[in-house]
């Protein structure tokens, strides 16, 4: 009896320590996102796309939101709280909408929208995988 709930203490602890490092992760992926977007905002390289004053309509809608977006999704993450992955969920979506929906306007990038679908992916199956065994506990199977 104390080595089966060893073993179910092990799992979960193990998938929840999964979880950490990939939130992490993940944050720090999205800190560096969101210092692309700040460095595009004030100008630190010249180009069309690179100084806010210089940018088309579209971009300047776009830019902002999501140099404030990629950071609270960081901090979220890096935190490891359920709201991290709601707002990286809404920055993956803003994101997927620029690239899928109006390549012509921002152009496309496979990485990026693979990178949040893959690290997005991974972490539902990290959640799905915690709470079967936890209503497995708690139904007591073994």
Do not use: K, Q
């Amino acid at each position: 009896m104390t080595l089966e709930i060893f073993e179910r203490d092990r799992d979960e602890t193990l998938n929840r320590t999964l979880i950490v490092w990939l939130c992490r992760i993940a944050g720090l992926a999205m800190f560096g996102m969101g210092l692309v977007y700040w460095i595009r905002l004030i100008g630190v390289f010249d180009g069309p796309l690179w100084r806010f004053d210089l940018m088309p309509v579209w971009w300047r809608i776009a830019c902002p939101s999501l140099a404030v977006l990629y950071p609270v999704a960081g901090t979220g993450l890096w935190l490891a709280t359920s709201w991290g992955g709601v707002i990286w969920i809404l920055v993956a979506a803003c994101e997927g909408v620029m690239r899928l929906g109006f390549p012509h306007l921002f152009g496309t990038d496979p990485l990026l929208l693979g990178g949040h679908a893959f690290g997005l992916a991974l972490l539902a199956a990290l959640r799905i995988v915690g709470a079967v065994e936890r209503h497995r506990r708690l139904r007591g199977d073994r």
